[in-house]
């Protein structure tokens, strides 16, 4: 007997999802914030909006900035996280022995994140990870989450629907992204935003490890489409 999988592709977030970049998102943020002098904040803060674009996450988080420094500690958050900032990021164990195990179950891979496409392009080169995705989409290059535009430019690029697809993310952005487009959701407890954010937008399940994921596209499989006397 044969097993139907639920989904033909996967799209992950990065950030809190495949990456422990937290730390380091946080820290350039700090630092972009501070070089326009804005007061010093708790780490939450700054984390809170870690999947937006980085405009949209500046915007949210001093609503009375100017654009012009909007503009200025954007600029300056590219310049600390691609060039200077060295603070760790690193895979969450188990995550490319799971890309593999995906991979060759047949299912096509994707991300979708609020990463700007050269921080993405960085880090995915940095993690032996880069090509390893048919298709990226980036905050930089199309809608900020939680628009669903990222998505639809996905689906459009795969010729799938959104019923043949499953998100996966560790914020309420990208809970919110997949529902705007009728898109099945997995939430990640591990990141950035803790499970009750999640579950205001009916994920479909949460993951405490990404190691957990094929065992959970398992179950979500009932489905037989065939027997041995057939």
């Not at 503009?71 to 300056?76: C, H, Q, S, V």
């Not at 992204?177 to 407890?189: P, T």
């Not at 990141?191 to 009750?196: I, S, Y």
């Not at 205001?200 to 190691?211: C, R």
């Amino acid at each position: 007997m044969t097993r139907t999988p639920p989904y033909q592709l996967i799209i992950f977030d990065w950030d809190g999802t495949l990456m422990d970049s937290e730390a380091r998102i946080v820290n350039c943020l700090r630092k972009a914030a501070m070089d326009a002098g804005m007061d010093d904040q708790t780490d939450d803060f700054f984390s809170n909006v870690i999947g937006l674009g980085l405009r949209e996450a500046i915007q949210q988080l001093f609503p009375r900035a100017s654009q012009t420094e909007v503009e200025n500690m954007t600029d300056t958050y590219r310049h600390h996280y691609l060039h200077h900032d060295q603070t760790p990021s690193a895979l969450f164990a188990g995550t490319t022995r799971i890309l593999d195990q995906l991979e060759q179950s047949g299912y096509l891979l994707a991300i979708a994140t609020g990463k700007g496409r050269e921080g993405l392009d960085q880090s995915l080169k940095a993690s032996g990870l880069k090509g390893r995705f048919p298709i990226t989409r980036c905050a930089s290059e199309t809608r900020s989450k939680p628009h669903p535009q990222m998505l639809e430019e996905i689906l459009d690029f795969t010729g799938l629907y959104p019923a043949d697809a499953l998100m996966i993310g560790d914020t309420e952005y990208d809970m919110l992204m997949a529902a705007n487009i009728g898109m099945d959701r997995l939430g990640v407890s591990y990141g950035v935003h803790p499970v009750e954010r999640l579950q205001q937008h009916q994920p479909i399940g949460v993951l405490h490890q990404i190691t957990e994921l094929p065992g959970f596209l398992h179950q979500q499989t009932p489905s037989i489409t065939g027997t041995d006397n057939d």
